[in-house]
């Protein structure tokens, strides 16, 4: 006799995985006088070589020192900048996770109710620079790396941005886990762990933008994240959907992979709480079949593991295919089985999840946990439906970030049946619960939209399923209810739609990015910077000094600095000069035409033809002008792609004329990131924020150029609104229609078209210019010209004379510069309602219900 196995269970696991522990959040045992239990070992043993934070010089060197001997294996002789920024990467990590355990021991001990910010992007920028001054260690690092022979600004340079984002709806997200951290509240943030995140941006000699993959985690292990090995779930595809009495189904069959954690942590600022990000990483159940291998058959050998990695492999897959469907999904389900484990730990009934769960979803990517968390309430717990409805209900809330058509997700009926069958039956069910009988509100407000085929809208589900739904600006929130919500909001009421104007760090967004500004900004209010980066409204204090001659010199001259290392940066990384006594107009965003970087740059051609009509006489009168574009366009988007290749060669055009050239440069950066954006940023004399009105939701570079003392040039819109409102509408250059005139303008446009010609000739004449091939082949720009003549959605036609006119109004005023810096200080000073901090605020108390818990 011998053991006997099943040939089809080869290569599986023994048994069903279950997270049955975790290597964090145990408790220690009591006695029965309450005295705790030391688990193993001797006690005095343990405790004597536990250790703290590193906070001397001397500590962080040795373990520095310590992490080059034995995490790289390397000694002082062939140690470089790279092999030196990962080992004090790796000391400081150290640090965190002390904080980071004490703050899951103490949460778990507390049991408080917890929020998780479930975002599709994390875009968190460098961690390193930004971990050390939230800690308040990085003048001893400095100190430590220096007498180590190295230097810390070339080590900062060493690591790679995180490519766990794209635009601001990541940015966003970065900045609220820093704030809750920092305001010590508990709040954990749940991703994916992308393995070349969207994508590296290049240039083709012809200015069109090229991508290839950006593979952030080639260089080896992310000193930032800790594997969590022993925490992985299951999450099923495809299969059968059998009904069950009671409202419930049994979901069996299709493809089973693994999700697997992996942990980052969050410092607050100032404090030793230390949040958490877990990122969920894709790998298949069964990562290899032998049996093809040796068979011969070797892509079939390996087809479960390409397919399971492929789910986590890219941000954005191309919409409407069925690998974004399933990373949304993967992303949610494992989220969902994670933070009902822990509410299982603490053993009490499903009623109370409510009150001890929070669940948030940034905009519409994380939808499916409504269903989810239906289906593991009503499958899996046996809670009937009802019941688990208002568990839901009560449980989850929807920021909208947008109320562009095009931008709210559908996906395809067919395609969810095939994907995931229980998830459709549960969709089709709330359907017909939220609106019994009643056929007209549920024709308009109905999950399911009508066509071929069939389409599930996740903005309609978000709504319904959520305790509460928001906007982000006031202007957005109010085009929420009015517009694309309205019969939700006659039907479920008004005090479920609510406005939380968007918020960024002070700590990344001014401290770190602009260290100078912070110096001063702490020498003037004469407090600890620690007081004024979690209470930003004290920046009203520096309202006074804008008349104290001497303050705005230091003002002036920091932001001449400021310029000068932005230029510095375009040298070194592109080998061009570039003129810093001249104004720095920057406009940074991901393309897109409602963003009209198209207007920006038809902008700019027509100031160079200006030039060139010009005499020298004239000439020397004007406002020498840089402008710096950087952004990335999707790879799909055609038009975006367009407009960043007529950027960069009008920019070949402009810069390389002798006339003009000491008077205008363009400069398009690639490759745009959370770093570069800390360059550029405080940089600005202006920032461009020029959407047509009523399509930007928020935006919050606008917040973090105005913070750092730049001007703002933008239409009326989204949070640009509530800054004018904040800093005065004299330190602005607003321009365009508003919002209520939007609709019959482009009325006017498909039904009573005006040649461009006879509207705005100012910009015929650009767009003619640019077809006659001044820069270069003119044919290749037809199909964005032609969006402009026909049809000209954006309205760039309608606004770009007002436009024109608010540029005019900036060089006038840049003219006084004295008047100008005044401006600049004012600005600054009144950005405090911008803060993050004040935003999740917001969230905790009138959302989440959750209160701040200081770790001791």
Known sequence: MTSVIDPKTIGKPARPRRHIRTLTGYTPETDDSGKEKWPRGDESVWKEALRSVNTDVPSITKSIVNHVQTSLARQAYNLDDLGAYQAAALSVRDDLILNWNDTQIHYTQKTPKRAYYLSLEFLMGRTFDNALLNLGLK????????????????????????????????????????????QELPVWGYGLRYQYGIFQQLISPEGQQLEQPDPWLAGGENPWELPRLDVTYEVRFYGTADRLPGGRALWHGGQEVLAVAYDVMVPGCYTKNTNNLRLWESKPKRGFDLNSFNAGDYEHAVESSNSAAAITSVLYPNDHTYLRLKQQYFWTAASLADIVRRFKNIAKPFSEFPDYVAIQLNDTHPTLAIPELMRILVDEEEIPWGKAWDIVTNTVFYTNHTVLPE????????????????????????????????????????????????????????????????????????????????????????????????????????????????????????????????????????????????????????????????????????????????????????????????????????????????????????????????????????????????????????????DTRDLLTVYFLPDYSVSLAEVLIPSSDISQHISTAGTEASGTSNMKFCLNGGLLVGTVDGANIEIAEA????????????????????????????????????????????????????????????????????????????????????????LDKEEWIKKSIRTTANMGKFSSDRAILEYAESFWSIEPIKVP
């Open 139 to 182: 003048d001893q690092y400095r100190e430590g790396i220096t007498k180590l022979g190295f230097n810390m600004e070339d080590l900062l340079e060493q690591e790679r941005d995180a490519a766990l984002g794209n635009g601001g709806l990541g940015r966003l997200a970065a900045c609220y886990l820093d704030s809750s951290a920092s």
């Open 407 to 658: 931008a709210l997700e559908k996906w395809p009926v067919p395609l969810m049946e095939h994907l995931l069958p229980r998830h459709m039956q549960i969709i089709y069910d709330i359907n017909l619960y939220k609106f019994p009988g009643d056929r007209d509100r549920l024709a308009r407000m109905s999950l399911i939209e009508e066509g071929f085929p069939k389409q599930v809208r996740m903005a309609h589900l978000a709504c319904i399923g959520s305790r509460k739904v928001n906007g982000v600006a006031e202007l957005h929130s109010e085009l929420v209810r009015t517009t694309i919500l309205k019969d939700f909001v006659e039907f479920e009421g008004l005090s479920k739609f609510s406005n939380v104007t968007n918020g960024i760090t002070p700590r990344r967004w001014l401290d770190q990015c602009n260290p100078e500004l912070s110096a001063l900004i702490t020498k003037t209010l004469k407090v600890d910077k620690s007081v004024w980066l979690k209470d930003l409204e004290r920046l009203k204090e520096l309202l006074p000094y804008a008349e104290d001659a001497a303050f705005r010199k230091e003002w002036a001259a920091i932001k001449q600095r400021n310029k000068e290392r932005l230029a510095h940066h375009v040298e070194t990384t592109l080998g061009l000069t570039v003129n810093t006594n001249a104004m720095f107009d920057v406009q940074i965003k991901r393309l897109h035409e409602y963003k009209r970087q198209t207007l920006n740059i038809l902008g700019v051609i027509h100031r160079y033809l200006g030039l060139k009509q010009m005499s020298a006489a004239e000439r020397k009168k004007v406002n020498p002008r840089v402008v710096f574009f950087a952004g990335k366009a999707a790879p799909g988007y055609y038009i975006a792609k367009l407009t960043i290749r007529l950027i960069v060669n009008a920019a070949r055009v402009i810069n390389a004329d002798p």
């Open 727 to 814: 800093v005065g509408e004299n330190n602005v250059f607003f321009f365009g229609h508003l919002t209520p005139a939007v609709e019959d303008l482009r009325y006017q446009h498909m039904y009573r078209p005006v040649p461009v010609e006879e509207k705005c000739p100012a910009l015929a004449n650009v767009l003619d210019k640019i077809s006659s091939g001044m820069f270069g082949d003119g044919e290749v720009y037809e199909p964005l010209l032609n969006t402009i003549r026909q049809g000209d959605f954006y309205l760039l036609t309608d606004d770009f004379d007002s436009y024109i006119g608010a540029l005019d109004m900036v060089d006038k005023a840049y």
